[in-house]
């Protein structure tokens, strides 16, 4: 595969993602500081008006410091509300860091486009007794319905297997809660979950954020190799969430990516025949 090819695959994954969006590619404008022509290799302008960027870089090594760092003026040159660079083989800690500690608006991601393996895709129809959901992986990332340690289905980078991604300790499950007498809110479901979670290690450290449709719980413990962070959304007859862990310098992306997949999740009722 050229670059050519890669960078239309990475516009066909925009195309997936950032749906009912406004999506352009070879962008040419005009800098607003450099006062000459940036080249673009996809924009996107989604339904609040933000604009992004994507950069698809189809590199035989890792991408450097300087390579973000380049990136990072292109983007206030024209600018843009966002930014991600997009690398099949992946990104140097240091230029991780780079995007994730120096700048609020600037992502990296890593799509790698190996084959999809058994069991693994980009959208899913994951399930838990009559209660369904249809869901699209984030920008870069695959869900995996086969079945370990009692999870139905994993979520984690396109290119690695389950194995690969717990190493990297950059993975999520996807879970339902169905609705009952005692616990039928995500309040009440989230102090039940606080519960077990400090009988587990009664000095780990409870963080709650909100917003007007997502409720996101921080649970920081040194028995973890990562912060577990758990994002909730509420349906009529249940509860869905998902559990991320993820290292720091990528939390914040990966923060977004579940609250995305949460905000477009579509309730299902399955009927199931003998």
Known sequence: MNWEEYEKEVLSECHRVFLNSDISYNVHIKGLYSKRIRQIDIMV???????????????????????VESFIGMIKDVGANYG????????????????????????????????????????????????????????????????????????????????EAAQNKEW?????????????????????????????????????????????????SKKYPTKEITLYKDFHKFILFIVLFSPDNTLNRNINKMRYLLLNALPLEIKQEN
Do not use: C
């Open 45 to 67: 302008k989604d339904n609040n008006n933000d604009i992004y960027v994507i950069d698809a870089k189809k590199y035989d090594v890792k991408i450097n410091v300087k390579t």
């Open 84 to 163: 991600i660079i997009v690398s099949e083989k992946g990104f140097s800690k240091s230029a991780i860091n780079r995007a994730h500690f120096g700048e609020n608006n600037i992502e990296v991601d890593i799509l790698s486009l190996n084959e999809l393996k058994r069991f693994q895709s980009v959208g899913a129809i994951p399930y838990s007794g009559s209660n369904g959901v249809a869901i699209n992986a984030p920008f870069g990332w695959i869900i995996d319905g086969t079945r370990r340690y009692g999870l139905t289905t994993t979520l984690y980078q396109r290119g690695l297997s389950f194995e």
């Open 172 to 220: 999520a499950y996807l879970g339902f809660w169905d609705k009952n007498d005692t616990i039928n809110t995500i309040d009440k479901l989230i102090a039940s979950q606080n519960n077990s979670l400090l009988e587990m290690d009664k000095d780990g450290k409870i963080d709650i954020k909100e917003d007007d449709l997502i409720k996101v719980r921080v649970f920081a």
